[in-house]
C-alpha cells in the first residue's frame, strides 16, 4: 500500500495563478482532511470531507475549495494564489468511526507564491 | 475555543540525556490528545492517543502520560535517530476538527 501520496511535491506560482493540489489515498479510508503548516503555527485545517461528495470547512478555509467526486481523492484548488498562501500542505485520511482514531498524513506538497 | 501549546519550542539533547516535552491544552471536553512525529520534509506520523487523564502509553524509548490540563511526551535515553519535531493534538466534544500545537525541535546530539 502506497498510503496517502501528494502531487505535486513543489509548486512556485505567481500571484493571481490557480492550481490544483491532488491527494489520494489507496486504504479505502472515508475521511480525508487538508491542513496547511506555518513556521511557528502549527497545523491547521483547512477543510475536510466525511465521505465521497461531501466536503466541509475547516479553521482556515478563505481562498481554497475542494472537491471529493471519487472516494480515494481529494482535491485542493487555489483559484487566485496570494503570497499570504505561501505554505507546506497535507494532506491525511483516517477510517469511519470513532472521530479520534489516528489519521495517516501524506508527504506534504511546498507551495510558494510570488 | 480550543487551544493547545507546546514547550520548549527547540530542545537541544546529548545521547542518553532524558528530559520531557510539555503539551498543555484548553478545550471544552477532552475526546483525545495525540502525538506525533515528524521527520524535516515529511508529513507527521503517528505516535499515541490518550483519552483520559492518568493514562500512560509506551513506544520503545518514548512514554507518553496525560493529566487534566496537559500531557507530557517522556524521552528516556534518546538517541541520534530521535531527533525530529514531535507534534501535540487534541480532538474535543466542542469540535470534531483535530487543533495542533506548533510542536517541539528535539536535536539529540551523539
Known amino acids: 500500500n502506497a498510503g496517502v501520496t501528494q502531487t505535486p511535491k513543489f509548486r512556485v506560482l505567481k500571484t493571481g495563478q490557480s492550481m490544483t493540489l491532488l491527494c489520494a489515498q489507496d486504504m479505502n479510508h472515508e475521511y480525508m482532511y487538508w491542513y496547511r503548516q506555518d513556521p511557528g503555527m502549527g497545523l491547521r485545517l483547512i477543510h475536510y470531507s466525511v465521505g465521497e461528495g461531501t466536503t466541509a470547512k475547516g479553521e482556515v478555509p478563505d481562498g481554497y475549495n475542494v472537491s471529493r467526486l471519487k472516494k480515494q481523492n481529494f482535491l485542493l484548488g487555489l483559484e487566485s494564489a496570494a503570497p499570504s498562501q505561501t505554505s507546506v500542505y497535507f494532506c491525511?485520511?483516517?477510517?469511519?468511526?470513532?472521530?479520534?482514531?489516528?489519521?495517516?498524513f501524506g508527504p506534504g506538497t511546498r507551495l510558494t507564491v510570488l | 475555543e480550543d487551544q493547545v501549546t507546546q514547550s520548549p519550542e527547540a530542545l537541544r539533547l546529548q545521547e542518553g540525556e532524558s528530559s520531557s516535552l510539555n503539551c498543555s491544552y484548553t478545550?471544552?471536553?477532552?475526546?483525545?490528545l495525540f502525538w506525533y512525529r515528524q521527520d524535516p520534509g515529511k508529513g507527521p506520523e503517528f505516535l499515541f492517543t490518550l483519552y483520559s487523564a492518568g493514562e500512560e502509553k509506551e513506544k520503545e524509548r518514548l512514554k507518553a502520560t496525560l493529566t487534566k490540563k496537559e500531557s507530557f511526551l517522556h524521552i528516556t535515553a534518546p538517541k541520534p535517530e530521535d531527533s525530529a519535531t514531535y507534534l501535540c493534538a487534541v480532538i474535543s466534544y466542542n469540535n470534531n476538527d483535530m487543533r495542533f500545537g506548533a510542536g517541539t525541535r528535539l536535536t539529540v546530539k551523539p
Open positions: 478545550v471544552s471536553g477532552l475526546r483525545g
Open positions: 491525511a485520511s483516517r477510517p469511519p468511526g470513532r472521530t479520534y482514531n489516528e489519521q495517516f
